[in-house]
């Protein structure tokens, strides 16, 4: 299986990097990843952005604030059941700061909301891929997770 991380805008500030950096390689231990940055262009041609960018066969995630919640021991049987239904791809999306087009979110195949909280772009991207992390140790039965 292989990750995508489709999101609007870059990491701008060094210490969300470098944090993005450092759960980014984590997570490239247990599956294959890649990170497309798409340039702040407001909703709509973000949307055509994002639509462009989806392989055909991909399955979609997009990370939403009207998302289904989940702890990490279900985002991890989650995933699990993702390996298990044979999935090759799969693509987590954030949008923008103004959110995506009706056309994304139709497009999704699960919609996943962080929290209730409201995070940066930078935070959430950070978090999205610590607990997709989080969620490998849970499955591999390692120590992280406690």
Same mark, same amino acid.
């Given at each position: 299986?292989?990750?995508?991380?489709?999101?609007?805008?870059?990491?701008? $500030?060094?210490?969300?990097?470098?944090?993005?950096?450092?759960?980014?390689?984590?997570?490239?231990?247990? +599956?294959?990843?890649?990170?497309? @940055?798409?340039?702040?262009?407001?909703? @709509?041609?973000?949307?055509?952005?994002?639509?462009?960018?989806?392989?055909?066969?991909?399955?979609?995630?997009?990370? $939403?604030?009207?998302?289904?919640?989940?702890?990490?021991? $279900?985002?991890?049987?989650?995933?699990?059941?993702?390996?298990?239904?044979?999935?090759?791809?799969?693509?987590?999306?954030?949008?923008?700061?103004?959110?995506?087009?009706?056309?994304?979110?139709?497009?999704? $195949?699960?919609?996943?909301?962080?929290?209730?909280?409201?995070?940066?772009?930078?935070?959430?991207? +950070?978090?999205?891929?610590?607990?997709?992390?989080?969620?490998?140790?849970?499955?591999?039965?390692?120590?992280?997770?406690?």
């Amino acid at each position: 299986m292989k990750f995508r991380f489709l999101w609007v805008g870059k990491t701008k $500030d060094k210490n969300w990097r470098v944090l993005q950096e450092e759960y980014f390689a984590r997570l490239s231990h247990f +599956v294959r990843c890649e990170i497309v @940055e798409l340039k702040d262009s407001g909703k @709509e041609i973000e949307g055509k952005l994002i639509l462009e960018k989806l392989n055909q066969s991909t399955f979609v995630c997009l990370l $939403d604030v009207k998302g289904r919640s989940v702890s990490s021991h $279900d985002l991890a049987a989650k995933l699990e059941n993702w390996q298990n239904r044979g999935l090759k791809e799969v693509t987590f999306i954030i949008g923008g700061a103004e959110g995506v087009a009706s056309e994304v979110v139709e497009r999704a $195949d699960n919609s996943l909301s962080l929290s209730f909280l409201t995070f940066t772009h930078e935070m959430a991207r +950070v978090v999205m891929l610590e607990q997709l992390y989080r969620a490998f140790t849970i499955i591999k039965g390692f120590p992280y997770q406690k």
